[in-house]
């Protein structure tokens, strides 16, 4: 467990190709990255996929690693990376019905382990209200919460039983927002107990369930953290998710990226450590992932807390890469 390892495991990155290249190789052995997400300039055919994952799999091996994360956004609908031409993905149903769900999910379970995909950022479980012009409106399950839960439950189950490591999104819920956090920090002026009722329903059956992660939002919930959003918030992440909900499974940021992040890297890494988080996602190539890595080894080094936490979350990933990548 050197400090090395606990830096880089920390985080969840993106790049370019289609293949293991030299940006890869760095993320996998100079970084020692927990894993890597792939989009669609990552994907070209089912072949490549397999080869791709199987390539970085024996790279980290050698050199040896843990093996990796490998994470792909298939919610299916508007958001799913695999897509036609690809005679082996199929699209999303229109999931109404528990057997629906279960399905799409055995559906997709089998066609992410055949390209060597172990990781699914899905089911979203945000609630887009009647009469509110939800920014996630085509991306979420029609119905009120237990509705939602239902389905996103038998997606969280369905994977998982069949070796797909499914991440429920986007806590505490940004099902209410109009802005897209892309390109905007969505506000979210709503108080603890509509939350608890409502939107964080489904979130809390998917902890008692056992599902693999659960992905932070970036919207600022100014009635529970009036200075960070949900993905930099020491209160949201590790106050409510860990100690009042009881979550021990992975936690994790949504993009680094995304424009609703108007901090500098070293400042979201200095929340995210202090937060608990357990990873941090960024999706594209830069120097903010070399920035992110030495900003956490430095932060372990000095500051023995973080350390102690970091140490937690270093042994949630081990475990989880224990009971999904090796049996």
């Given amino acids: 467990m050197t400090q090395k390892l606990m830096a880089g495991q920390r985080l969840m990155l993106g790049f370019d190709g289609i293949e293991l ?38 790279y980290a091996k050698a050199r040896g690693l843990p093996p990796l994360f490998i994470a792909v956004d298939q919610e299916g609908g508007v958001v799913a990376r695999l897509k036609k031409p690809f005679t082996l993905f199929r699209g999303n149903p229109f999931i109404a019905t528990v057997e629906d769900a279960r399905a799409f999910a055995s559906i997709t379970a089998h066609e992410l382990t055949q390209v060597g995909i172990n990781m699914n950022f899905a089911p979203v479980l945000d609630i887009a209200p009647k009469g509110v012009d939800s920014i996630m409106k085509d991306r979420v399950f029609k119905g009120d919460a237990k509705t939602i839960s239902r389905l996103g439950i038998q997606i969280i189950l369905t994977l998982q039983e069949k070796g797909i490591m499914a991440v429920a999104k986007h806590f505490p819920g940004i099902g209410r927002t109009i802005k897209d956090s892309h390109f905007h920090l969505p506000v979210l002026d709503i108080d603890f107990e509509s939350l608890m009722q409502s939107d964080m329903v489904p979130f809390v059956d998917a902890k008692n369930q056992g599902v693999a992660g659960i992905m932070l939002s970036h919207i600022l919930y100014p009635q529970l953290d009036y200075h960070w959003q949900a993905s930099l918030s020491p209160f949201i992440a590790n106050d409510l998710l860990r100690n009042q909900m009881g979550y021990d499974g992975l936690v994790m940021t949504d993009d680094l990226d995304m424009k609703a992040i108007e901090h500098d890297m070293e400042t979201c890494i200095q929340q995210i450590l202090r937060s608990g988080i357990d990873m941090a996602l960024i999706c594209h190539k830069g120097p903010g992932i070399d920035t992110a890595f030495h900003e956490i080894l430095g932060r372990l080094n000095r500051d023995e807390n973080l350390y102690l936490m970091g140490k937690k979350s270093l042994e949630r990933i081990l475990r989880a890469k224990k009971k999904y990548l090796q049996g």
């Fill in 21 to 58: 290249n030299e940006d890869l190789k760095h993320i996998i052995n100079d970084i020692n990255a927990c894993g890597i997400i792939l989009f669609t300039r990552n994907i070209e055919s089912p072949e490549q996929v397999s080869s791709l994952c199987s390539d970085c799999q024996a």
